[in-house]
């Protein structure tokens, strides 16, 4: 038989309805609050709407006019990024920045003092020990000597923060990277918390050359008992050719990258330098620099 109500009983069931939706609302908003505080009493943080976009591709070294610029537009399209110096202003707080200290000098960063500085106000980092020490148009660093400048910046850095991890040394490593690394350990060189290194193939643009780089150096370090997770700080084409070229190279080597299991990350040289920079001064990607974006991250 169906049941009728009167106007009394429809007027019951809304208020109590009505209660219900109230307790429902006051509650969850109470949930969002931390003991003791109320709703106003909690700060609220506004990220740059860049962090709503998707990250599009995993590193960057940041090179040429984009190398010192504060451009969260452009940082935002990958997953870390560095410039090859340690930079507090704008960059410090970009989540995605790895300091780095390029060889034994630090009056670039306002010496010791600067180092500690930058680490203890944004604990956490991965640091960057060193740049091609085994390349005299770079850091140029003869391995037992910097067996100790490793030691004195890990302790420097760790010293300021507990947290840090840090990784050594940007090397390419082909054959002399690779009699610089032996030296570097025979001399009892630090191991860090992981290895950053560099793969320019023997032959340029060459995905093969380029892992066999890797693998070798797998290889070395495996033989040593030093196997630590590898960063690659640089890879990349390094002489000239169509666009095509490097996409090329970049489909075939991301894949093969993102499958090591040791393999943490990889950075392209570079967003604005060599004969195949990402993007143009104004930041928009080159024909290469949308290859790469549409690779992914890690």
């Known amino acids: 038989m169906m049941r009728t109500h009167t106007r009394w009983q429809y007027t019951i069931h809304i208020a109590l309805l009505s209660v219900i939706v109230i307790f ?49 537009q452009l940082w935002g399209r990958f997953r870390w990024i560095y410039n090859w110096i340690t930079v507090g202003q704008g960059f410090g707080d970009w989540p995605g920045y790895r300091p780095m200290i390029w060889d034994d000098r630090l009056e670039w960063y306002g010496g010791a003092a600067g180092i500690r500085w930058f680490a203890t106000r944004w604990p956490g980092r991965q640091w960057l020990f060193l740049n091609e020490p085994e390349r005299a ?6 391995p037992e000597y910097a067996a100790q400048v490793v030691a004195s910046h890990r302790d420097l850095v760790t010293g300021a923060d507990p947290t840090a991890t840090w990784g050594c040394c940007g090397v390419q490593v082909d054959a002399t990277g690779m009699a610089w690394l032996n030296r570097y350990s025979d001399a009892g060189g630090p191991v860090g918390d992981f290895w950053h290194i560099h793969i320019y193939g023997v032959e340029d643009c060459n995905p093969a050359s380029s892992l066999e780089l890797l693998r070798n150096f ?45 393999v943490t990350g990889w950075a392209w040289w570079s967003s604005g330098d060599g004969t195949y920079p990402l993007f143009d001064a104004q930041g928009n990607p080159t024909e290469v620099g949308q290859c790469y974006l549409n690779t992914g991250q890690r």
């Not at 509650?27 to 976009?53: F, Q, T």
């Not at 148009?137 to 003869?142: I, K, M, R």
């Not at 190279?249 to 040791?262: G, H, K």
Request: proline share 12%.
């Open 218 to 262: 797998e290889a070395w370090a495996e033989a040593r008992g030093i196997t630590r997770p590898i960063l690659i700080t640089e890879f990349g084409c390094l002489f000239g050719g169509p666009p095509q070229r490097a996409c090329d190279y970049i489909a075939n080597i991301v894949p093969a990258l993102r499958a090591d299991p040791l």
């Open 24 to 72: 429902l609302l006051f509650g969850r908003a109470r949930a969002g609050a931390p003991e003791g505080k109320s709703i106003s009493a909690v700060p609220r943080l506004y990220l740059p709407l860049v962090l709503d976009r998707p990250v599009q591709a995993d590193g960057v070294g940041l090179g040429g006019p984009h190398k010192m610029a504060v451009n969260p």
């Open 137 to 142: 148009s770079q850091a140029n660093l003869p």
